[in-house]
T-cell receptor, first 113, second 115 residues
Framework: GENVEQHPSTLSVQEGDSAVIKCTYS??????FPWYKQELGKRPQLIID?????GEKKDQRIAVTLNKTAKHFSLHITETQPEDSAVYFC????????????FGSGTQLTVLP | DTEVTQTPKHLVMGMTNKKSLKCEQH?????MYWYKQKAKKPPELMFV???????INESVPSRFSPECPNSSLLNLHLHALQPEDSALYLC??????????????FGSGTQLSVL
């Protein structure tokens, strides 16, 4: 089955700096890669996703890049703000009928004011 | 309506109690999920229903019993739980199959404490 590794487990940045979180996956059949943000006590919220036919996607301060050859994808947050502080999870979904997302272990991002 | 609604938000129960968690969505999704999540850990898949039929049971103990009465509702019946079952229980829904239908929508969860 799919295995997703996520690094780093914790990340602290100064407000206004950029943050990068990286994930690698094992199943070359995976074709959908979402990123979830989860604030303390709240639901995981989808913040951006990318499909395997695209190399990069951007939404305001957030971008995701995908390297299918190397089987890794990354989340980039620019101009970080204190409200970006949360746990971020990457995930991968293999193609096929069983829609089982495999999650990474999570990254606790802290943006220091 | 892009919401998945879960009730109750918080639940405290003893090990001999029987309780139920409820989940509802009106997005026309035909796949519904139960996840268990410990603090700062990723959600762990428990059950998947596809077209109201149980399609995946991730070897979950029988003290957790899922039910899908119709395409909009999902229940999780709890009985004789253990303290280690204390966690955030998340419901989610999605479309079934098809490129472009992969998005998973989570509910706000039920924070369960077993005493």
């Amino acid at each position: 089955g799919e295995n997703v590794e996520q690094h780093p487990s914790t990340l602290s940045v100064q407000e206004g700096d950029s943050a990068v979180i990286k994930c690698t996956y094992s199943d070359s059949a995976s074709n959908y890669f979402p990123w979830y943000k989860q604030e303390l006590g709240k639901r995981p919220q989808l913040i951006i996703d990318i499909r395997s036919n695209v190399g990069e996607k951007k939404d305001q301060r957030i971008a995701v890049t995908l390297n299918k050859t190397a089987k890794h994808f990354s989340l980039h947050i620019t101009e970080t703000q204190p409200e970006d502080s949360a746990v971020y999870f990457c995930a991968a979904l293999p193609s096929g009928s069983a829609r089982q997302l495999t999650f990474g272990s999570g990254t606790q991002l802290t943006v220091l004011p | 309506d892009t919401e998945v609604t879960q009730t109750p938000k918080h639940l405290v129960m003893g090990m001999t109690n029987k309780k139920s968690l409820k989940c509802e969505q009106h997005m026309g999704h035909r796949a519904m999920y139960w996840y268990k999540q410990k603090a700062k850990k990723p959600p762990e898949l428990m059950f998947v229903y596809s077209y109201e039929k149980l399609s995946i049971n991730e070897s979950v103990p029988s003290r957790f019993s899922p039910e899908c009465p119709n395409s909009s509702l999902l229940n999780l019946h709890l009985h004789a739980l253990q303290p280690e079952d204390s966690a955030l229980y998340l419901c989610a829904s999605s479309q079934v199959g098809g490129f472009g239908n992969e998005k998973l929508f989570f509910g706000s969860g039920t924070q369960l404490s077993v005493l």
